[in-house]
């Protein structure tokens, strides 16, 4: 890349990305900063250690373990981060050696508390009420008011209930019953959220840590530039592309906005993209990386688990939506680099996507491995284990290839660790051990290793911390799930909705739509989804809409809320890249995201879209004619409808060509009566004049204005540091 052509990034973006997300930084440079370092490394232990079986627990211990570490580390860091007083910082490192201190209990006590469940002693009620206190804290200080103020909510409900008029009355509950089961047992906070977390979602959290550490995100954006930086629009089709790779792995919308965004969104600027226009692409694509498999931002295994189906049904369901998705922001960026004249880049100005998949080729095997062990069959967990271990040893072991001047010996280097990794499946986890063990050793007797070890320890802490929203909130969502089963409140709302699907489905799908968007503005897309899931999933099931169709749906809007007004979460997140308002570059996130809203709409009415069974359309002329057949209409419909918000198809469309495309994009997307025969009719009346007028007129002529004669940026340091760990690899 021509570095003589770059524009130097705003040295304070990543200062600016802190006060939307203070954990986006790295760890405080003082005595403190490295015993939380510490702490979040043996976090990261621990929790390998118990997926790998080398520490074989109970999952009720792990799970108590799990939410213990998360308040010792999340509580203290925050203070640190912050640069509270130094009497605030004891006061949340109290809290967070209290909330380690309730694991303990519980590890002490697990089979004492197993024979009294349902009869606790004072001290299991004064242990318990300390749990959830310090996790409504740690939450608070963690994530925001949001989440804590529901879960609150959802608790004074189970303590008050019985004074609410009907249909709302419980039966009354005892108040050490109420923290019986809110506090121990897997119904509360250590319920399925948090098992998950403490199992795949950890796992996986750590895999995307150690291969963007390793160089992924060069990789990415390495092919991504190559493949279509010369393309029109090249700038912002680079930024849908390597953040749905991103997405791959991590999942995690806003990390992904604020990680790729680094780049991409001052390169789409530098290009000539508009920064409200720049940060809202980003945004879109981020959170696109939630429904990308195999990672969907860890919801794909809480599904997974709630509804009892393979992971790969999830998958399944998924993909042909999140092609759409990022199809559909694709062709907006195309779109609206024609209208601006934004033409591409030279050839010479682009990396060669060859020579980047020939320098980092291996750092794909993983992924690879990962997507191939979960399609056939084994567990995310053991999945998640293999597919850790084998990155783990291609880390550690190429700056040892690298020593090795022979060309075949250093083949014989890299069988051997293939077949090292290759007998986890027949002798366990030892044998990756003992070569992960030797690694280690020799990689400390030369420079290179060293800072190769140093590498791989940083990726273990910074996994930890990045694990930390997620993992809080998985925990504190299990109390708004534990009122449901102890109260059976989830009933009464979905009564309601089914009382008004009876009248309309439509309704009752907007119902849960502008449900799970009021949610989304204050809580992450995993607590979200498992809320709305466990209120309208069954709900809407009852209506007749298909089990993963369903809860796909909620997971949609979940995610979109992060893009929807006023809140955004993932645009705000963008601004201060872009140095543009959030809330227009929320307007623009919504109009490039509206695939992303009329999905879930389409799927419910034709479930093959999802490849579902299901459905009038499947009925009437087989499944995979009806997956052909909706398909082709989802693609007209997201074609026409951003041609009508661009103002631009081949050329300028004019303002009663706009109106006519969106009216043609929504009859395609109505199941009513007539509506697929209007919308076909229309979609050819403006597409066939457009396409008239522009052969009898000529399209006007394009005037270049892509930004400046490059139009690359500098990558951010996350980025640099892959490149020299990957120099250091090679």
Request: proline fraction near 6%; charge should be neutral; glycine fraction near 10%.
């Amino acid at each position: 890349m021509n570095q003589g052509l770059a524009e130097k990034l705003n040295p304070t973006d990543d200062e600016r990305a802190e006060l939307h997300d203070p954990l986006s930084s790295g760890f405080p440079a003082s005595f403190e900063g490295r015993l939380l370092f510490w702490i979040a490394f043996f976090f990261s232990i621990f929790q390998l250690a118990t997926a790998s079986h080398l520490l074989d627990l109970p999952s009720q211990i792990v799970r108590a373990v799990h939410v213990g570490f998360l308040c010792l580390l999340g509580l203290p860091l925050i203070a640190a981060i912050k640069r509270e007083n130094p009497a605030s910082r004891a006061l949340f490192w109290a809290l967070g050696v209290a909330g380690m201190g309730v694991a303990f209990y519980q590890w002490w006590e697990y089979e004492a508390l197993i024979f009294r469940a349902g009869m606790p002693l004072p001290m299991d009620t004064a242990v318990g009420v300390a749990a959830l206190a310090i996790l409504f804290v740690a939450t608070w200080r963690i994530m925001g008011p949001a989440l804590p103020i529901i879960a609150g909510t959802f608790l004074a409900y189970t303590l008050f209930g019985e004074y609410l008029p009907s249909p709302f009355v419980t039966r009354g509950y005892d108040f050490s019953q109420v923290i019986d089961h809110m506090a121990f047992g897997t119904e509360g906070i250590y319920g399925i959220p948090t098992y998950v977390s403490s199992t795949y979602i950890f796992l996986f959290i750590l895999f995307g840590s150690f291969l963007e550490r390793a160089g992924m995100i060069k990789l990415f954006t390495d092919i991504s530039l190559g493949l279509v930086g010369s393309a029109k629009g090249g700038a912002a089709k680079v930024a849908v592309i390597s953040s749905g790779l991103m997405g791959t792995i991590s999942g995690s919308g806003v990390a992904n906005v604020v990680t790729t965004g680094q780049f991409t969104i001052p390169l789409m600027k530098r290009f000539g993209y508009r920064a409200a226009f720049a940060g809202g692409v980003e945004s879109t694509a981020s959170m696109g990386g939630q429904i990308m498999p195999p990672v969907m931002g860890a919801v794909a295994f809480i599904m997974a688990e709630t509804i009892d189906v393979p992971y790969t049904a999830v998958v399944q369901a998924a993909v042909v939506p999140a092609i759409l998705y990022f199809g559909s922001v694709f062709w907006m960026v195309h779109l609206e680099a024609g209208k601006r004249g934004l033409l591409g880049l030279s050839r010479a100005e682009l990396p060669s996507p060859l020579a980047a998949l020939k320098n980092g080729w291996y750092l794909l095997l993983p992924l690879i491995v990962l997507v191939w062990l979960l399609f056939n069959g084994y567990t995310p967990l053991f999945a998640g284990t293999i597919g850790l271990a084998l990155t783990a040893l291609l880390i550690l072991g190429a700056p040892l290839a690298g020593r090795i001047s022979v060309q075949a010996l250093r083949y014989v280097f890299w069988i051997g660790l293939g077949l090292s990794a290759a007998a986890f499946f027949q002798y366990g986890i030892m044998p990756v051990m003992i070569a992960l063990a030797i690694l280690i050793a020799l990689s400390a007797l030369f420079k290179g290793g060293r800072e190769t070890l140093i590498l791989t320890r940083d990726a273990l802490s910074e996994g930890a911390k990045t694990a930390l929203p997620v993992g809080i909130a998985c925990a504190i969502v299990g109390i708004i799930v534990g009122t449901m089963t102890l109260t059976g409140v989830a009933n009464t709302f979905g009564q309601y909705i089914v009382s008004v699907g009876d009248t309309s489905l439509f309704l009752s799908l907007v119902l849960t739509m502008i449900t799970c968007l009021i949610l989304g503005m204050g809580i992450p897309t995993i607590p979200n989804y498992i809320i709305t899931s466990s209120i309208a999933g069954p709900a809407l099931l009852a209506l007749g809409v298909p089990l993963i169709v369903s809860h796909m749906f909620v997971f949609y809007f979940g995610i979109l809320a992060d893009l929807t007004p006023p809140v955004a979460l993932a645009c705000f997140a963008a601004a201060p890249i872009a140095k543009a308002p959030g809330l227009k570059i929320s307007m623009e996130a919504v109009k490039v995201a509206l695939a992303g809203f009329i999905i879930p709409f389409m799927a419910v009415y034709t479930p093959a879209l999802m490849l579902q069974d299901g459905g009038p359309l499947a009925d009437a002329i087989g499944f995979w004619p009806a997956v052909i057949y909706v398909v082709i209409k989802a693609c007209l419909a997201i074609g026409l409808w951003g041609a009508a918000a661009i103002g631009f198809l081949v050329a300028p469309l004019k303002w009663w060509e706009r109106i006519l495309a969106a009216v043609a994009a929504f009859t395609l997307i109505a199941a009513l009566p007539a509506t697929d025969e209007i919308g076909f009719g229309l979609a050819a009346l403006v597409i066939g004049w457009h396409l008239w007028q522009v052969r009898k007129y000529g399209v006007p002529e394009t005037v270049n204005r892509t930004g400046g004669p490059g139009g690359l940026v500098e990558r951010p340091a996350s980025v640099q540091a892959a490149d020299e760990t990957t120099t250091l690899a090679q």
